[in-house]
């Protein structure tokens, strides 16, 4: 059973910062590029941030220049700096490999709340 665990998220104020963080199962990670998804209310979920075991980084255009992926694979981590949030970046966060074929099974995701 691979088994994702995000953390990190809370409430923020408009321009402040938030450091997600995932455990993840070593199965998984030690091969597979990660990403870090969200799904704001009434929306689907969207990929943010993509990172390759070498550290090969890709984000969506919305994040771009805010937003900063890591992974440490040692400790089967992979972390999400959220600098400059937004209040359109409230949202349920979550991590799981990219392509998410590669692991059907999703973690509880992590809430960030951004106010203005």
């Known amino acids: 059973q691979v088994q994702l665990v995000e953390s990190g998220g809370g409430l923020v104020q408009a321009g402040g910062s938030l450091r997600l963080s995932c455990l993840a199962s070593?199965?998984?990670?030690?091969?597979?590029?990660m990403g870090w998804y969200r799904q704001a209310p009434g929306k689907q979920r969207e990929l943010v941030a993509r990172?390759?075991?070498?550290?090969?980084?890709t984000y969506a255009d919305s994040v771009k220049g805010r937003f900063t992926i890591s992974r440490d694979n040692a400790k089967n981590r992979v972390s999400l700096q959220m600098d400059s949030l937004k209040p359109d970046d409230t949202a349920v966060y979550y991590c799981n490999t990219h392509p998410d074929y590669l692991n059907r099974f999703w973690g509880q995701g992590t809430q960030v709340t951004v106010s203005s």
């Open positions: 070593g199965s998984i990670f030690s091969i597979n590029p």
């Open positions: 990172i390759t075991r070498s550290g090969h980084t």
